[in-house]
């Protein structure tokens, strides 16, 4: 228990100082409104916990760039490992540098790779 309650008290969050003019961020089509702390993929509302949502908020802010994650304080590996679960259906995913930190990429969706195949195939 004070482990666990020594982690989220060094989890990152989203500081309200470095709130831009615009509150939303957006890689792709994955919006998140930092005045609502709501993620929005294609559409669809994704619910995140505030350690995820504080995650999201690094990695898209890098643009695309690697973010060492414990530089903004402890970032327990299941956090990354939830958030690349809600991530993945959608078609983005979490890479991982060993040693060196993160970067969200917007990976190929599966139904869209089976549609290339099935094309292929027909010529």
Avoid: W
């Avoid at 929005?40 to 690697?66: K, M, N, R, T």
């Avoid at 995913?93 to 869209?112: F, H, P, S």
């Amino acid at each position: 228990m004070k482990q666990r309650k020594l982690a989220q008290e060094k989890a990152p969050s989203i500081p309200a100082t470095e709130q831009p003019e615009h509150p939303i961020v957006s890689f792709g089509s994955l919006n998140l409104d930092l005045l609502r702390q709501e993620v929005e993929i294609e559409g669809e509302s994704l619910h995140l916990p505030p350690q995820e949502l504080a995650v999201l908020y690094l990695l898209l802010q890098s643009g695309g760039e690697l973010v060492d994650l414990d530089a903004y304080g402890r970032v327990l590996p299941s956090v990354v490992c939830r958030l690349r679960r809600r991530l993945e259906p959608f078609g983005y995913r979490i890479a991982a540098k060993r040693g060196l930190g993160y970067r969200l990429e917007q990976a190929i969706k599966l139904d869209v790779v089976k549609q290339r195949n099935t094309r292929e195939e027909r010529l």
